[in-house]
């Protein structure tokens, strides 16, 4: 019996050794590639959340603004009185259905004395307050108007007696971490008090 063993070529002192594994630079390069990529899927998916974060944050602030509008503009065309406490605080007189009359203030409340946003409330005087819109930016106010006169261009009211018309001006602010604020201005009509009788 013959016992033979495998030949290998030699070039030199070195053998030839057949190569299993990657190089280095293919190591370096598929490592880069998948870093990039990493990175770009990573960066998609933030930017996805927080467009969907902003929409959802843009929906509420817009539906709690609808409703707040309407509410007060049916309380102010149905008040036969108002009191003006401050460009935050104003209470209707609204007749009720049993012929009554019930007070209704909406109040604007800053969260803090330094404080950039607070919260608009409608506060009946009988029954719970109602939470319309949180936050609302300080820069919140009520306007009052008097009848539009021929050659009067400043209509502002001075006075309870002859305040007329409402206006509502508020921005809402949503602040979130790591992101851009998302804000929702608006302004309402001149709603007119109907049955307030005023003094010209």
């Known amino acids: 019996m ?3 063993t495998p030949r290998t070529e030699r070039t030199g002192a070195a053998a030839r ?3 299993l594994g990657f190089t280095l630079p293919e190591v370096m390069i598929s490592a880069t590639l998948s870093v990039l990529v990493m990175a770009g899927v990573l960066s998609a998916f933030l930017f996805f959340g927080r467009t969907g974060l902003a929409v959802g944050q843009y929906q509420t602030m817009e539906s709690e603004l ?3 509008m309407e509410l007060f503009s049916e309380d102010v065309r149905m008040a036969t009185d108002l009191r003006w406490s401050s460009s935050w605080n104003v209470t209707l007189s609204i007749p009720a259905a049993d012929g009554r009359i019930q007070s209704v203030a909406y109040v604007f409340e800053p969260k803090s004395t330094d404080s950039l946003t607070g919260s608009l409330y409608r506060a009946p ?3 719970p307050r109602e ?3 949180h936050d609302v930016a300080s820069d919140f106010s009520f306007q009052r108007y008097k009848l539009e006169q021929p050659g009067v261009i400043d209509n502002t009211a001075a006075s309870d007696l002859e305040t007329k018309q409402l206006q509502l001006n508020l921005r809402t602010l949503r602040l979130t971490t790591g992101g851009p604020a998302s804000t929702q201005a608006a302004i309402s009509a001149r709603y007119v008090l109907r049955n307030k009788h ?3």
């Open 125 to 127: 005087a009988e029954g």
């Open 131 to 133: 939470l319309l819109v």
């Open 66 to 68: 609808r409703k707040s």
């Open 2 to 4: 013959i016992i033979s």
């Open 198 to 200: 005023v003094s010209r």
């Open 17 to 19: 050794v057949r190569r």
